[in-house]
């Protein structure tokens, strides 16, 4: 019996659950092997969801840093590789936040009022009338395009993808997420926001979290966060 339910989480986990190890900017792989740029998350192994989007974890996953800055031209396409299938339900959305004056994106930790979202994905229905969203079913994160205007410096950039299939019970959305160290070249001169810190910007019922997806329409869906900024 204990043998039995041990081997049901293991595939579970094998089969649902999944990190971004690596950072992809205008379609390449900017990192040759895992967590070169982007931070290890603490689910590195278990590769579990965060299910109380007020938790600590909710910014950077606990992540240890990375050793790594990659260079990334304002304008670029970025997404992720997934170390599994995205076979979850729900948005994939980005954030920024900038190294201030003095610190390195190779260690602050990304604490204050310091996030600006600048990209979400929206559902569609697919022919059996479920709720699909882009990227859905792959092993990468749907891109996004770092707005042009943002400045040149150092960031953290942050993707999330929020998996919605159990979410009309509180604190069951699952959070997965990873950050990267980044240092934006060929920037404009834009002013970022609106900024919220993490955690602070998530409660366990904003209607994007907690939310029956199988009860919805697909424009009805409004992903939990701050208005983009889109430069
Ligand atoms: C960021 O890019 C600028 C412009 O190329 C460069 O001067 C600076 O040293 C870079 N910083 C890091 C941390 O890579």
């Not at 980044?182 to 910007?201: E, H, K, Q, R, S």
Request: contains cysteine.
């Amino acid at each position: 019996m204990k043998f039995l339910s041990g081997l049901s989480v293991a595939a579970v986990a094998v089969e649902a659950h999944y990190t971004f190890p690596r950072l992809v900017v205008n379609g390449k792989q900017v990192e040759d092997r895992d967590w070169q740029v982007t931070r290890q998350t603490k689910n590195a192994q278990s590769k579990s969801g965060i299910e109380n989007p007020s938790s600590g974890d909710i910014r950077c996953y606990s992540s240890s840093t990375a050793p790594q800055v990659a260079t990334v031209p304002a304008g670029a396409t970025v997404n992720y590789i997934s170390t599994q299938q995205i076979n979850h339900p729900g948005p994939t959305q980005y954030y920024l936040a900038r190294v201030p004056a003095g610190s390195s994106a190779k260690t602050w930790d990304g604490s204050g009022n310091v996030w600006w979202k600048f990209a979400s994905t929206m559902p569609y229905q697919d022919a059996n009338k479920q709720l699909v969203w882009p990227a859905q079913n792959t092993y990468a994160t749907h891109p996004a395009v770092i707005p042009a205007a943002t400045p040149n410096g150092e960031y953290l950039l942050r993707v999330e993808q929020i998996a919605l299939h159990m979410a009309s019970q509180p604190n069951k959305a699952q959070f997965y997420l990873s950050c990267s160290q980044i240092n934006i070249t060929n920037g404009g001169n834009g002013n970022p926001g609106p900024t919220v810190a993490l955690p602070g910007a998530y409660k366990s019922n904003d209607p994007g979290i907690q939310v029956n997806i199988y009860n919805i329409q697909p424009e009805s869906y409004r992903a939990p966060g701050p208005a983009l900024w889109q430069g």
